[in-house]
């Protein structure tokens, strides 16, 4: 297995520099993550620095409370295909999903991925804020409306990724989708626990330890086994 390319190399917030930004970029190509996750001011840059090699760009849209309306998130998409953008990850109405006003989030959603023109979409569905019910409509509704993944959290709510939620979210959009989980996966053990519940993507910002910790873990592997051929036991 590939880690690295599990690995959404995330760095988001109100006040991240150029500086963070270029860092984030170094340790994508060092260690070939399969994206970078940047806000949207840093695709263009983003996209430039990363030029040649097969690291992607990934941005958030209606982040991170998912109140734009379906029409601003639908303009955002564009804007960010436009700069360059890979992937996208777009963060649900919360309150209409609770709501049960399911043509809204079919709204937001189709719109986006339209906009996104076969770009691979990711629906962040803020676990954290949702029933075990409303975790699998939403789930189902990421599928109706044709996007790749559902995605776990903002990692700005209240909560982050669960294993079981993963494996709910999993269950529920079968081969239809998949399933990044992010938000408070910081550790090689926290990644695999999410890899073996169904997840295919890993936001994180902690993708060098995690991966660092994975080559250690194969190097104390491989030291046991020499020892055991040089013991023949």
Not at 6 to 29: F, M, P, R, W
Not at 115 to 134: D, M, P
Not at 175 to 198: C, H, L, N, P, Q
Request: a negative charge; aromatic letters at 6%.
């Amino acid at each position: 297995m590939q880690l690295n390319k599990y690995i959404d190399h995330t760095k988001l917030g109100a006040n991240v520099s150029k500086e963070q930004i270029d860092k984030l970029i170094k340790e994508a190509k060092e260690y070939n993550f399969k994206s970078v996750c940047v806000n949207p001011i840093w695709v263009a840059y983003a996209k430039e620095q990363l030029k040649g090699t097969d690291v992607l760009v990934c941005t958030v849209i209606g982040f991170p409370h998912g109140t734009h309306t379906p029409i601003i998130k639908t303009q955002e998409t564009l804007d960010a295909v436009i700069n360059g953008a890979d992937e996208i990850d777009v963060v649900i109405n919360v309150t209409a999903l609770k709501q049960g006003n399911y043509e809204t989030i079919l709204d937001e959603l189709e719109g986006v991925v339209i906009a996104a023109g076969g770009r691979t979409v990711k629906v962040i569905i803020e676990t954290c804020y949702l029933t075990k019910e409303e975790i699998i409509k939403a789930s189902e509704l990421t599928v109706e409306a044709g996007a790749d993944f559902v995605k776990t959290s903002t990692g700005f709510g209240t909560g982050g990724a669960k294993v079981e939620d993963v494996k709910l979210m999993k269950e529920t959009v079968g081969k239809d989708a998949e399933v990044k989980a992010s938000g408070g996966v910081r550790t090689y053990e926290d990644a695999m626990a999410m890899i073996e519940a169904g997840a295919t993507r890993i936001g994180t910002s902690n993708g060098v330890d995690i991966v660092l910790k994975k080559e250690k873990k194969n190097d104390t592997n491989t030291t046991y086994w020499v020892e055991r051929q040089r013991f023949n036991c």
